[in-house]
């Protein structure tokens, strides 16, 4: 499941280098070179010469698809005994900020848990930024990482739920 990120109270937890997870940084697009290249007058006579049409990279709008192997141990400190909470990936595309749900399960305080599963996004354009949240927890709950792994799968979960 996919949300936007501002339908979700999130806790942040870690971000993730995109390298770290075997997905290649993005490419800048052709606007941001024109912008770091326009300091000064020189740069300025520059911005009127320039024709009014942008430049993007074709695959800048282009739908991508990512398949993660994600598992978390993390240890809670909850204010009640109990809680339903939810280990989320939260991801950057050039649709803004979106969250994928990766597994829900019942904590007690003061405990650690596993939470692991498949996660698939589709992202418009390029990976922009990766990071890994807890949903579920109220104000005054906490949550850490002691674990983390996350690795990009080379299987599809819809080739893997055939098998």
């Keep these: 499941s996919v949300l936007p990120r501002s339908a979700i109270r999130l806790l942040e937890l870690q971000a993730v280098p995109l390298s770290q997870v075997g997905v290649d940084n993005p490419e800048l697009s052709a606007g ?5 290249s326009t300091r000064g007058l020189l740069g300025k006579v520059k911005i009127g010469l320039k024709s009014k049409s942008k430049v993007e990279p074709i695959h800048s ?6 398949t993660f192997n994600m598992a978390a141990w993390l240890r809670f400190g909850l204010s009640d005994e109990n809680r ?3 280990l989320c990936l939260s991801y950057t595309d050039a649709a803004g900020e979106h969250v994928a749900l990766v597994e829900e399960q019942l904590v007690e305080d003061k405990s650690s848990s596993m939470l692991s599963s498949f996660v698939e996004i589709e992202t418009k ?26 690795k ?10 055939a098998v």
């Design 61 to 66: 709008k282009r739908k991508q698809r990512y």
């Design 84 to 86: 339903l909470v939810t």
């Design 152 to 161: 990009r799968a080379e299987v599809d979960v819809t080739e893997r739920a």
């Design 32 to 36: 941001d070179e024109t912008k770091k």
């Design 125 to 150: 354009g390029p990976l922009l930024a990766l990071k890994v949240a807890c949903a579920g927890l109220q104000a005054e709950d906490r949550c850490y990482i002691e674990d983390l792994s996350i």
